[in-house]
């Protein structure tokens, strides 16, 4: 639920990040709109898979932690 017009704005600027730069777009050739995408082929590099999520783990990232 939406309290406020506050909470409302805080709720479009955490997805509005989210959709600039933590979302694959398939419109762009699965590419990020902002931001540096990781290597296409993460096989065989030392590191480990961390989370990153907003909005109470609604909208989750995923990406490659290296050492």
Excluded: C, W
Excluded at 15 to 31: A, P, S
Excluded at 37 to 49: E, L, M, Q, V, W
């Amino acid at each position: 639920m939406i309290f406020g017009e506050r909470y409302l704005r805080y709720l479009i600027k955490e997805f509005m990040k989210h959709y600039h730069t933590e979302r694959f777009h398939q419109g762009l050739g699965v590419q990020l709109i902002k931001g540096q995408p990781g290597s296409a082929n993460d096989n065989g590099s030392n590191g480990s898979i961390v989370r990153r999520s907003r909005l109470g783990a609604l909208l989750n990232y995923y990406h490659l932690e290296t050492a």
